[in-house]
């Protein structure tokens, strides 16, 4: 079990339906006799759901998240693992299949074709948060974690994420390698991003992609080291985000998080 902070993951949580929900806890003296905005609208889902509610001081609610900011709030939740996915099915009138150790499900893409957000080794929760809610936000059908030390989907990353992550489908790839080759067998596309000046050989500016025409894995290197050999080895198009002046030589690339929303907000698939 784990604790959820603030108004955005707890009210999605909730209303998400996707974890258990053990009970929710609000400051004394903030509920009062009638509590207002948001606060009022979680406190109202609980009881429709027969959700225990207590209210606890303070100090034991920020001891309890570490410091964090709680907003006064905190969901008593069971801990929200990655599915682990073994193949990507392709694109067939309009909808694909995963094959996940949970059985296999057909789904339907949110935009023109599917289009992963696969985190490759990225190891900061506020880094990881930022993209989910960017990948949210601009369409994707859900997120791929790989590498050994990557974070989890943890309460940090949600609330980084405004509660993005309680939405969106965290799925995970034992052998990234081997899923990602199956994919591109089944028509799917891999798309890593790197620096200008990487190892990866051709590079594109973001500005110069065309618009892609299959469904998308979208790869996410980790804060130091990148895309891994394996995964960029099975690269259909490298692409990175040119500077638009002169900038230092020790500062290369953006930052990982908002290179996500960058890239995100650029791609097109044919037919948008």
């Keep these: 079990m784990e604790l959820l902070y603030g108004y955005s993951p707890i009210k999605a949580a909730i209303m998400q339906g996707k974890r258990e929900i053990y009970g ?9 006799d009638e509590p207002r905005g948001e606060l009022s609208d979680i406190i109202k889902m609980a009881k429709g759901q027969l ?36 193949d990507l099915g392709p694109l ?21 074709f599917p289009l992963l957000v696969c985190l490759d080794g990225i190891q900061d929760e506020r880094n990881m948060g930022s993209i989910i809610r960017s990948a949210l936000f601009f369409g994707a059908d859900g997120i791929l974690l790989c590498g050994k030390d990557a974070c989890r989907p943890s309460p940090i990353v949600s609330k980084t ?27 799917w596309s891999v798309v890593c991003t790197t620096v200008k000046e990487g190892d990866l050989g051709e ?7 065309s618009k892609l025409n299959s469904p998308t894995i979208l790869v ?22 040119p500077a638009r002046s002169d900038i230092p030589s020790y500062i290369d690339s953006l930052n990982v998080g908002v290179a ?13």
């Design 24 to 32: 929710l806890y609000c400051q004394g003296g903030f509920m009062g």
């Design 51 to 86: 959700l225990p509610i207590k209210e606890v001081m303070k100090s034991d609610m920020t001891d309890a998240v570490y410091g964090a900011n709680h907003q006064g709030i905190l969901l008593k939740v069971g801990r929200l693992d990655a599915t682990r996915v073994r």
């Design 92 to 112: 067939v009138n309009g909808r694909y299949t995963l094959d996940l150790t949970t059985g296999v499900v057909e789904l339907e893409p949110r935009r023109k």
């Design 161 to 187: 994420s405004s509660g993005a992550m309680e939405c969106l489908p965290i799925y995970k790839a034992a052998e990234p390698p081997k899923v990602l080759a199956k994919a591109r067998e089944n028509g």
């Design 203 to 209: 590079t594109n500016p973001l500005d110069r992609i």
């Design 220 to 241: 996410l290197g980790s804060e130091g080291s990148g895309v891994n050999h394996a995964i960029r080895n099975l690269s259909d198009i490298n692409v990175h985000i």
């Design 260 to 272: 996500a929303g960058v890239i995100l907000s650029a791609l097109k698939f044919i037919g948008e």
